[in-house]
């Protein structure tokens, strides 16, 4: 049996990739770039480790710490410091902490107290079962009322997707969201009802999932992973086009200036959904990948600043915050990536982590560096009281950052569900299907990998075998 293709070096397509050989598939994984890892980029210069990425996994599954322990990094898994759990969302200009129980919810001044009598009259408030989708605006004003929406919801929003409430589909963003309306008809009463069925499967809300890192960063993981796929692995190779034929499919490829071909009995695109859409595709059916190009990818810049600590008047002790549209600041939100774990700026020093664009300022994300360090630094004196230049800086352009599960995204997924149907050997997976969380992606890439193996057992099964054992 020849290989099966691998497009893309993300960690989707590294974890699936590295499941298929330990489970005796052999892969070919191309990576139209020089490096592997996707949006996953640590930085270590001048004392400072800086993501430029996600900045943690959530252990959301079992799956994800199995990934760990078979890629033999447990001894350099890093647990956030203890004293970081808080997490703060701004109102009145400044960082509140966010409740961790219903007594807290009832104390914070977070919330008035009409939007607190708002979500104690939820479980009262009728589920709606006409099955139109919702955006979660709709679905938070519904529910929640205005108040919840722009001084929460919205914040979440634009620190999950960088994208707008008004657009996100609450069906196709927050899934479970949905189901606990559609089975309990209320979210109260799902999450204290659902808790049992949620620990059978194994699950944990990401909200209450525990996060890590490793040692020298994110950027550890698929570096690990690029070494156990060794020779499987070809970077700077580019897939041009697939071709359905009798025995699998054919790649044509551009690689060192020059185009080849290679055959495969199935293939995995594990890559983004604008260059699927780019993609050449032969098949008997006649069947397209263009369609994706409409999926929306908007800018975002991650912006690393480092400060002394003595020129940060907030104490920082938490995972970061989350700002609303209506607090009127230009950044999105900003983790406190040192005080998460440490080795992340040198004694004495913090380090910032945040992010601009988005659906909310899309023109902003593209300022030039200078421009980013300076809009940046004015809303953290506001915010933090930061006083004082940065002692380090660094900033990354993400040009198309995130999908955005729209109103009308369930039509994509349906379509990749159809193309793999119609197209026996073609697998699609990763963000832009399975959630764009880096804990999804781990996900979504052991799921496909026992996809993939049960295809391939399809192929090694000889119809003869079967007919002499019935003889």
């Known amino acids: 049996m020849s290989p099966v293709a691998i497009i893309g070096a993300g960690i989707t397509g590294l974890t699936a990739g590295f499941y298929l050989q330990r489970k005796g598939v052999p892969v070919t994984v191309y990576e139209a770039s020089g490096r592997v890892g996707g949006v996953i980029q640590s930085l270590t210069q001048n004392g400072y480790l800086a993501e430029f990425g996600p900045n943690t996994i959530l252990e959301t599954s079992p799956k994800i710490g199995q990934l760990v322990r078979d890629a033999g990094l447990e001894k350099r898994r890093l647990d956030p410091d203890?004293?970081?759990?808080?997490?703060?969302?701004?109102?009145?200009?400044?960082?509140?902490?966010?409740?961790?129980?219903?007594?807290?919810?009832?104390?914070?001044?977070?919330?008035?107290?009409?939007?607190?009598?708002?979500?104690?009259?939820?479980?009262?408030?009728?589920?709606?079962?006409?099955?139109?989708?919702?955006?979660?605006?709709?679905?938070?004003?519904?529910?929640?009322?205005?108040?919840?929406?722009?001084?929460?919801?919205?914040?979440?929003?634009?620190?999950?997707?960088?994208?707008?409430?008004?657009?996100?589909?609450?069906?196709?963003?927050?899934?479970?969201?949905?189901?606990?309306?559609?089975?309990?008809?209320?979210?109260?009463?799902?999450?204290?009802?659902?808790?049992?069925?949620?620990?059978?499967?194994?699950?944990?809300?990401?909200?209450?999932?525990?996060?890590?890192?490793?040692?020298?960063?994110?950027?550890?993981?698929?570096?690990?992973?690029?070494?156990?796929?060794?020779?499987?692995?070809?970077?700077?190779?580019?897939?041009t086009r697939l071709i359905q034929n009798s025995s699998g499919w054919t790649l044509e490829l551009h690689a060192d200036g020059q185009d080849t071909r290679a055959d495969h009995s199935a293939v995995l695109y594990a890559g983004t959904a604008y260059k699927l859409a780019s993609l050449g595709l032969e098949t008997a059916a006649g069947l397209s990948f263009s369609s994706f190009s409409e999926i929306r990818y908007p800018p975002v810049a991650s912006v690393v600043l480092g400060f002394r600590r003595e020129d940060v008047e907030h104490p920082c002790q938490g995972f970061g915050m989350l700002i609303p549209r209506v607090?009127?600041?230009?950044?999105?939100?900003?983790?406190?990536?040192?005080?998460?774990?440490p080795n992340r700026a040198p004694a004495g020093h913090l380090a910032l982590t945040s992010y601009v664009g988005g659906e909310r300022y899309p023109e902003l994300a593209s300022l030039p560096p200078e421009k980013l360090f300076e809009l940046t630094c004015e809303d953290l004196r506001v915010l933090l009281g930061v006083k004082g230049k940065p002692t380090f800086q660094h900033s990354v352009f993400y040009?198309?950052?995130?999908?955005?599960?729209?109103?009308?995204?369930?039509?994509?997924?349906?379509?990749?569900?159809?193309?793999?149907?119609?197209?026996?050997?073609?697998?699609?997976?990763?963000?832009?299907?399975?959630?764009?969380?880096?804990?999804?992606?781990?996900?979504?890439?052991?799921?496909?990998?026992?996809?993939?193996?049960a295809f391939c057992r399809t192929l090694r099964h000889d119809p003869k075998d079967e007919r002499a054992q019935v003889t």
């Open 82 to 239: 203890p004293r970081a759990e808080a997490r703060y969302v701004v109102r009145y200009k400044r960082p509140i902490a966010m409740p961790g129980s219903p007594l807290g919810f009832l104390t914070t001044g977070l919330f008035t107290a009409k939007a607190k009598l708002a979500v104690l009259r939820e479980p009262f408030v009728p589920a709606r079962r006409d099955g139109e989708e919702e955006s979660i605006a709709e679905f938070v004003l519904r529910r929640l009322g205005r108040e919840f929406l722009d001084h929460a919801i919205d914040a979440l929003v634009a620190g999950v997707y960088a994208g707008d409430p008004y657009k996100i589909s609450v069906a196709q963003a927050f899934p479970k969201l949905a189901q606990l309306e559609a089975r309990y008809g209320s979210l109260i009463k799902g999450q204290i009802f659902g808790a049992r069925e949620r620990k059978k499967r194994g699950e944990v809300a990401k909200d209450r999932a525990a996060k890590f890192s490793f040692d020298n960063g994110l950027q550890v993981l698929p570096e690990t992973l690029r070494l156990a796929l060794g020779d499987a692995l070809r970077l700077n190779t580019s897939v």
């Open 327 to 341: 607090e009127g600041f230009k950044i999105l939100g900003t983790i406190f990536s040192s005080s998460l774990f």
């Open 399 to 453: 040009p198309k950052a995130i999908p955005q599960y729209n109103l009308g995204y369930g039509r994509y997924r349906k379509s990749m569900s159809d193309l793999e149907a119609k197209a026996p050997g073609l697998f699609l997976a990763g963000h832009y299907r399975d959630g764009v969380s880096l804990s999804d992606s781990i996900v979504s890439g052991c799921n496909v990998a026992d996809r993939i193996e």
